[in-house]
T-cell receptor
């Protein structure tokens, strides 16, 4: 089955700086890669996703890049704000096969005001 | 209908007791998923329904776990003879086809 690894496990940045979280996956059949933000005691919420037919996707201060050859994808948050502080999870799925998402172990991001 | 609802939010039970959780998906969503999340980990897939049919089950879903979605709407997850290792957040998610994957707020189970 799919194995998703995520680094770093914790990340602290100064407000206004950029944050980068990286994930690798093992199943070359995976073709859908969402990122979720989970605040303390709340549900995971989808913030951005990318499919394997594109290499990069941006949404305001958030961007995701995908390297299918190397089987890794990254989340980039620019101009970080204190409200970006949360746990971020990457995930992978093979849209042509099993329907479940395989999640990474999460990155706790702290933005220091 | 503002999202995926789960009930209860918290459950404390003694080891060996049975517990049942409920999930109400977004009304037009035909797919429903159960995940388990332990502290410091990402959600782990348990099982998946398309309408009322349970199409996938993880190896994590031991024979003490059973899930149903009798009318293709709400779903229940039952754990029999609970063990301390069952303590976790149980998350439900729903989607319309493969899109719009939305999580509920979860049921936090504590087995004492």
């Amino acid at each position: 089955g799919e194995n998703v690894e995520q680094h770093p496990s914790t990340l602290s940045v100064q407000e206004g700086d950029s944050a980068v979280i990286k994930c690798t996956y093992s199943d070359s059949a995976s073709n859908y890669f969402p990122w979720y933000k989970q605040e303390l005691g709340k549900r995971p919420q989808l913030i951005i996703d990318i499919r394997s037919n594109v290499g990069e996707k941006k949404d305001q201060r958030i961007a995701v890049t995908l390297n299918k050859t190397a089987k890794h994808f990254s989340l980039h948050i620019t101009e970080t704000q204190p409200e970006d502080s949360a746990v971020y999870f990457c995930a992978a799925r093979d849209d042509t096969g099993a329907n479940n998402l395989f999640f990474g172990t999460g990155t706790r991001l702290t933005v220091i005001p | 209908d503002t999202g995926v609802s789960q009930d209860p939010r918290h459950k404390i039970t003694k080891r060996g007791q049975n517990v049942t959780f409920r999930c109400d998906p977004i009304s037009e969503h035909n797919r429903l998923y159960w995940y388990r999340q332990t502290l410091g980990q990402g959600p782990e897939f348990l099982t998946y329904f398309q309408n009322e049919a349970q199409l996938e089950k993880s190896r994590l879903l031991s024979d003490r776990f059973s899930a149903e979605r009798p009318k293709g709407s709400f779903s229940t997850l039952e754990i029999q003879r609970t063990e301390q290792g069952d303590s976790a957040m149980y998350l439900c998610a729903s989607s319309l086809g493969r899109n719009g994957y939305t999580f509920g707020s979860g049921t936090r189970l504590t087995v004492v």
